[in-house]
């Protein structure tokens, strides 16, 4: 079987693969800082819709942005070329379609091959500055500049990366890139923007230089939205069968993708992905954010603990048992929906995107990933709708309220395990993952109840206190405390499947 190369003879596609060549060589306007599963799975598929259709005509560059990546050589062996299979659930119909993926002209290791950065930062096609580094990756390393290495740092490579370019024009004013992070952190184009200038102070650089930053480039604020799955180890006889090559850096990922971009009309026109009919978003990105947050990561984090603890382990398990789907799509869509300020048929289009990538047969999405971090997730994505949902209504929206005694219940130990708590479901252990601080919380309000030192009244009153997790305290809110109570002693004394079973049938009564 052949590895895939970009000599490959197209006759040897399968007829179930979509290869399309630029006959022309398109100059390289994208530098990219990560090239990892998501941004080939995300960004250059993007960018691959793009120049198909005419509409970009410019190539990427992938930079490798720490010393110890493994994706360019395999990137380089193939001639920059691989595949991206997209699987799912579209219009109520199973759909697969893979393709390969020609947006990336070159791969770089910055770390053995500074010069050509520093070459390809003095190009005057490059237009576009596009990263994922991870959310550690916007963070301050204090280090220190020699114009000979790369930085190790992601804000240090770009701050970097704009001085060189600084350098090597004449017309300040028309050498400036656009830079748009993918990482996911509020503000993202914001906070590197301050990073940026926080080093260029460290390094005792010009202040031209630091004013050309602020005045001739622009950091664009976004919100990425797909599931990339990345390389398919478990499936790799179908993929062999249906591609008839190998491919190391194949990448599987979800058919829905919303990209967000804080921009102007001149940037959009540029980089036209929405010319493209590609789901992207120009303007403020804060709706799309709070649609995202509360309408797809809340109800993840909302039916994570109830369902996990009724027996279920993935969301497709959760979203195919008939009680659970009802619990799920009773939270999403008579308690989360009315309080997102968004235009009615907007709401509504990503509700229907979200109950199909819930219900993506190919994607196992594990609960107990889902529950990592919890309390921090529902103070984000769910409490604001609480306190909305309450003061609009006069009442608690109860699956929000009983998602909050089941994460009580999930957060219950068995015994403590190195920096984790282990947890008990029937005859299976379970780790609980979180902040130290918060698990340690969580263990001694347990332990207390568990040898007869305290009531789960008392326990759940506590931990409502506690404003280091929720920054309030949540028993001023009416009748949470007693609700929660109330559940997580039903939880504790009948078990989850059947609390959740008579929830859901007083509901439909």
Not at 180 to 188: F, V, W
Not at 427 to 446: G, H, K
Request: overall charge negative; some cysteine.
């Amino acid at each position: 079987m052949q590895q895939l190369n970009i000599a490959i003879d197209r006759s040897q596609i399968s007829n179930e693969v979509e290869f399309k060549m630029e006959e022309v060589k398109l100059p390289e306007k994208v530098i990219q800082i990560g090239e990892g599963n998501f941004m080939r799975g995300f960004v250059d598929w993007m960018i691959h819709q793009m120049n198909n259709q005419g509409l970009f005509n410019g190539k990427v560059v992938a930079v490798q942005p720490t010393p110890h990546g493994k994706v360019v050589p395999k990137l380089l062996t193939q001639d920059c070329l691989y595949t991206v299979s997209l699987r799912g659930i579209q219009a109520g119909k199973r759909v697969e379609k893979n393709e390969i993926i020609t947006a990336i002209s070159r791969a770089i290791n910055p770390y053995t091959h500074w010069a050509d950065i520093v070459t390809l930062a003095e190009s005057p096609h490059l237009e576009f500055m596009l990263s994922n580094t991870t959310e550690a990756g916007i963070t301050y390393y204090k280090e220190n500049y020699n114009y000979k290495e790369s930085p190790l740092s992601f804000p240090g490579k770009v701050t970097a990366i704009l001085y060189h370019r600084y350098l090597a024009f004449e017309d300040k004013a028309k050498s400036g890139l656009t830079i748009i992070p993918c990482e996911l952190i509020e503000n993202n184009g914001d906070r590197l923007r301050e990073l940026v200038l926080q080093y260029a102070s460290d390094w005792n650089l010009p202040q031209e230089f630091i004013d050309w930053v602020n005045e001739h480039n622009k950091f664009c604020n976004t919100l990425v939205d797909r599931i990339v799955t990345g390389y398919p180890k478990d499936e790799l006889d179908h993929y062999s069968k249906t591609l008839q090559y190998e491919d190391s850096l194949l990448t599987t990922g979800e058919p829905y993708h919303m990209f967000a971009i804080e921009a102007d009309e001149d940037i959009a026109e540029k980089i036209p992905f929405h010319k493209a009919g590609l789901n992207v978003k120009w303007g403020d990105v804060t709706p799309y954010r709070e649609l995202k947050v509360r309408l797809l990561n809340g109800p993840h984090t909302m039916m994570f603990a109830v369902c996990y603890l009724s027996g279920v382990d993935t969301v497709l398990e959760a979203m195919t048992d008939e009680t659970l789907r009802s619990f799920i799509e009773q939270g999403i869509n008579e308690e989360i929906f009315p309080m997102v300020n968004m235009e009615k048929q907007e709401k509504e289009a990503f509700v229907t995107s979200v109950i199909e990538r819930f219900l993506n047969p190919y994607n196992k999405h594990f609960l107990t990933d889902i529950g990592m971090n919890a309390v921090y997730k529902f103070k984000s994505r769910l409490l604001p709708t609480l306190q909305e949902y309450v003061s609009q209504n006069q009442k608690l929206p109860d699956a929000i309220v009983f998602s909050l005694a089941a994460l009580f219940t999930y957060y219950r130990p068995l015994r403590v395990e190195g920096d984790f708590l282990i947890g008990k479901r029937g005859e299976q252990e379970y780790t609980i993952r979180d902040n130290p601080d918060v698990l340690l919380q969580f263990s001694r309000a347990w332990n207390k109840v568990d040898s007869n030192e305290s009531s789960i009244e008392t326990m759940v009153t506590e931990i409502l206190a506690n404003q280091e997790l929720w920054e309030i305290d949540l028993n001023l809110i009416p009748d949470l405390t007693q609700t929660v109570t109330t559940d997580v002693n039903h939880i504790v004394n009948n078990g989850m499947r059947v609390t959740v079973m008579k929830k859901m049938k007083q509901v439909t009564r």
